[in-house]
C-alpha cells in the first residue's frame, strides 16, 4: 500500500467534510434553509435529539424555516474527527457552542455534539444523516 496516496485519500476526506460542516454552519445562522437543505443527500435525514427529525430534503427545508435567526446567531464547530470514511462514505463526530447576541452582547445558548454520516456525491460531500445532541 502506498502511504502517501493513502495519506492524501485522507486528507482529502477530511476537508470534504469539513468544508461540508462549515457550509452548514454558515448557512444556519444566515437562515438560508435551502442552502442548508441541499448540504444533504436527497434522502438525507437532519435529527435534533429531543427536538425533531426531518427525513428528506422537502422536510430539511421546511423543518430549519422554523429555527430561522430573528437576531444574530454563530455556531462555532470545533474538535472535528472523521472517525470513519471509505472514499464514498464517512463518519465524523464534532463539538458545537452556539452563540446568540442580545442586548449585553454575545451569549453562549447551548453546547452540543454533531454527529454525522456523510456520503460523497461527484466530488461534493454531503449529509447523509446529521444528529445534533445538546448537552445539559
Do not use: C, K
Request: proline share 3%.
Amino acid at each position: 500500500m502506498n502511504t502517501s496516496i493513502e495519506a492524501r485519500t485522507a486528507a482529502d476526506v477530511a476537508a470534504g467534510v469539513q468544508a461540508a460542516i462549515a457550509a452548514y454552519a454558515h448557512a444556519l445562522d444566515a437562515g438560508r434553509t435551502d442552502d442548508i437543505a441541499g448540504l444533504f443527500q436527497p434522502d438525507g435525514v437532519a435529527e435534533i435529539t429531543g427536538v425533531a427529525t426531518f427525513e428528506g430534503r422537502d422536510a430539511i427545508r421546511d423543518g430549519y424555516a422554523a429555527f430561522a435567526p430573528t437576531r444574530p446567531q454563530l455556531h462555532l464547530v470545533a474538535n472535528t474527527v472523521v472517525t470513519s470514511w471509505t472514499e464514498d462514505e464517512a463518519t465524523a463526530i464534532s463539538d458545537l457552542a452556539f452563540f446568540q447576541r442580545g442586548e449585553s452582547g454575545w451569549a453562549v445558548q447551548v453546547a452540543g455534539r454533531y454527529d454525522d454520516t456523510l456520503r460523497r456525491h461527484d466530488t461534493t460531500w454531503r449529509f447523509q444523516r446529521r444528529v445534533t445532541t445538546f448537552l445539559p
